[in-house]
């Protein structure tokens, strides 16, 4: 729950900047998809499905105009949800300075 902290907090400092509302909602959605996947009756399955479901967007980067942060900031969370399901913290999530 410490992650969907994280990404609650990264969303709030998105809103800041001009044009980064796309950013914030992608962070919100997915604290709250992280969250449900917590609570769920076998978290490190759900948690390991977001987590394909993450590189599943990845991997569409080709077939869709995505921008290549949101595709970074895929990435960061299905790597994430990675961690989470073995046990271990993620990697934080940093601000990039644009």
């Not at 980064?20 to 962070?27: D, E, I």
């Not at 990845?58 to 942060?69: A, P």
Request: proline content about 3%.
């Amino acid at each position: 729950m410490r992650y969907v902290d994280e990404l609650k907090r990264s969303a709030s400092e998105s809103a800041v900047a001009w044009g980064r509302t796309w950013r914030r909602r992608y962070l919100r959605e997915n604290a709250k998809k992280l969250s449900v996947a917590a609570c769920e009756s076998d978290p490190v399955a759900a948690i390991d499905a977001l987590g394909d479901l993450y590189q599943a967007e990845c991997e569409t980067r080709g077939k869709r105009v995505t921008s290549s942060e949101k595709t970074e900031m895929a990435e960061t969370l299905m790597l994430a949800c990675r961690q989470l399901a073995l046990g271990q913290d993620p990697a934080p999530i940093t601000r990039r300075s644009r």
